[in-house]
């Protein structure tokens, strides 16, 4: 098992379109990647991707984020994706809960979440714990869908 985790600048499209490529479309994520933190500097942009963790990795996860989101200037846009098709679960509630707090601290502006659209009852949980959110969040069924959301809120 790998976990993996970076803090990079992504400067294209097909970079940042890569990292989300990793999900395949089990929604399992290739290399046994538990999760994969990056950001895009000359987008401002933070990237947080999820699959499966242990209660032990979300302390680990949640300093990614946040040393992530040191790297950025408040304004900052984020996307993030789940795996595929799962139900959400009373750990990942707290751990959505506590991201959102750390991102929100450090002043992201907008957040859209990539959620394949043949997963509705992860949608209704994700726009249930989105309700308290201190920052408007929208859902992409893409990597790509969700970066035009985001590029055309910045025009």
Do not use: W
């Not at 970079?15 to 479309?25: E, G, K, L, S, V």
């Not at 984020?78 to 707290?94: L, S, V």
């Amino acid at each position: 098992m790998h976990f993996f985790t970076r803090s990079v600048n992504c400067d294209s499209l097909k970079q940042q379109t890569d990292i989300f490529n990793r999900i395949d479309t089990s929604g399992s994520y290739s290399r046994d990647t538990m999760y994969d933190i990056n950001t895009n500097r000359n987008k401002n942009r933070l990237y947080i991707i999820l699959n499966e963790l242990s209660r032990a990795e979300l302390s680990e996860v949640t300093e990614a984020i946040e040393n992530a989101c040191n790297t950025l200037i408040p304004g900052f846009t984020c996307i993030t994706a789940f795996k595929k098709g799962r139900i959400i679960t009373n750990q990942d509630e707290d751990f959505i809960y506590l991201a959102q707090e750390i991102v929100f601290r450090y002043g992201v502006s907008k957040v859209v979440r990539v959620i394949s659209q043949d997963s509705p009852i992860g949608q209704r949980q994700l726009n249930r714990l989105s309700i308290n959110a201190e920052y408007p969040v929208e859902y992409a069924g893409s990597i790509e869908e969700a970066e035009k959301i985001l590029d055309a809120s910045e025009t």
